[in-house]
Structure formats: C-alpha cells, structure tokens
C-alpha cells in the first residue's frame, strides 16, 4: 500500500506540472493532426476469410506540449464464424523540459479482446522519456512508465489489479523520399509477478498517395506470457489499409 500511495501523489505532482507547462505554452496551441485508416481484405475457395480493420488517431502538438488520441478497431471471420473481436483506445499528454529532448507523459488506455478472453483491459501509467532525434527524415525515442493494469476476464469470475512497469521504443525513418517505416514496442512488465509480462510491437510502412490518402501496411504482434484460459500467447495480424489526413 505504500508503493501505491507514492505512485498516486508522484502522479498528481506529474499531473500538476503539466498543467502548468500547457498554461505557459498556451499562447501557441497548435493545430490537430487527424488521420482515419479502413482496410478490409476477403478471401474466398475452400477458407472462406475477411478482416475488417478501422482506425482514428488525433495529434496536437505545441512548443512544449503534446496530445495523442488513438481509437481501433478489428473484426475477423473464418468460414462465417467470428475469430477476432478487438477494440483498444488510448490517450496520452506529454510535456517537454530540458530543450526539449527530455519529457514526461501521462497516458490512459484501454483495450477489449473477446478471443483473449478479455472483457477489459485498463493501465494508466505516467514516466519520462528521452528524444535522441526528432526530425522529419528520423525519429527515435525511449521511454518508461509506472502504473496499474486492471483486468476483467470473460471466463473468470474473479479480476486482476497489477503494477506494471511500461519500458518503450520507438523509431520512425522516411525512406523512398516521401514514405515511411516506423516500429512501435512497449512491454507491460507485472513487477508483483515478475514472470508474468505483455509485448505489444506494431510494424507499420507508410505510403503517400497524395497529400492526403497514404497505403499503409501494418504488422501488429501481441504476446503476453499467461494468458486467460486456453490461448495462444502469441498473437499476429498483418493489415492492409486506406489512409485519409485532414
């Protein structure tokens, strides 16, 4: 209980210097960056499969503030029967100090997975990171959190309250002089379980169209090392999507 206790009041003070960092760079709020992304893939013959995939991310960012708001979705059959049911949403502050490379971020997401058999998922958590290049052509960045996950289970009767640990990494390179490949990991580690822990990676390529459509081709791998009931730890999809920026 004490660990908790200076995790809240280490939070509430993240909370606080944030709001002062966003009232001092108030005077240049900036302009949202959205994006919506749909991709849908049918296969017919003797397997009978189709993957619906739909995605919104919002963007802001000013001097030394920056919020991100993501919302998805992923439905997929096999032989008409449903095998995939995903939603996962996040949203996450981050404020920068020390000429910028340096930040701190509070970030709240949650996520539903029914073939998981995860009714919900919710992890709030706030940390610090570190910029070692922020550019158009590179991007690349740490950074690691502290907070809760929180867990439902559809086949249980009981929950699961856990301290995690969140170390990230994250790399973008502008290739082919307009595109783009990125990868996004983070590891959610149980520090009250130490051998329980969750990898979420996502691979994505990014191609322009015109100034507003781009091809993206994603590959998103999920394990986590104790999984609900008779699942697999290991879980893949590889989409193929529309990208619309207004």
């Known amino acids: 209980m004490r660990f908790y206790r200076i995790f809240l009041l280490s939070l509430m003070l993240t909370i606080i210097v944030s709001a002062v960092c966003y009232a001092e760079d108030s005077s240049s709020i900036g302009v949202w960056e959205k994006e919506v992304s749909l991709g849908y893939t049918q296969a017919t013959g003797n397997t009978q499969n189709s993957q619906l995939l739909g995605a919104l991310n919002a963007y802001q960012k000013t001097g030394y503030n920056e919020v991100t708001f993501k919302l998805s979705s992923l439905y997929a059959t ?39 058999n995860v009714d919900y998922r919710i992890v709030p958590y706030s940390g610090i990171g570190y910029w070692f290049f922020d550019t158009e052509q590179w991007k690349l960045l740490f950074e690691i959190g502290l907070g809760f996950e929180y867990i439902e289970y559809s086949n249980r009767l009981d929950e699961d309250i856990n301290t995690v640990c969140a170390p990230r990494l994250f790399f973008e390179k502008q290739v082919f002089d307009a595109a783009s490949i990125s990868q996004d990991i983070t590891i959610f580690n149980n520090l009250e379980q130490g051998e329980r822990y969750r990898i979420h990676s996502e691979t994505k390529f990014t191609n322009p169209l015109s ?20 699942v697999k730890k290991n879980d893949t999809n590889l989409l193929l999507s529309l990208v619309y920026a207004f």
């Not at 996450?92 to 998981?116: C, P, T, V």
């Not at 100034?211 to 008779?230: H, K, M, V, W, Y």
């Open 211 to 230: 100034q507003t459509i781009a091809l993206r081709c994603s590959f998103i791998d999920e394990f986590n090392s104790d999984p609900a009931g008779d």
């Open 78 to 116: 096999q032989d008409k029967k449903m095998n995939a049911q995903k939603h996962s949403g996040s949203l996450r502050y981050g404020f920068s100090f020390w000429d910028k490379e340096w930040y701190g971020f509070l970030k709240f997401q949650a996520d539903h997975d029914k073939f998981a």
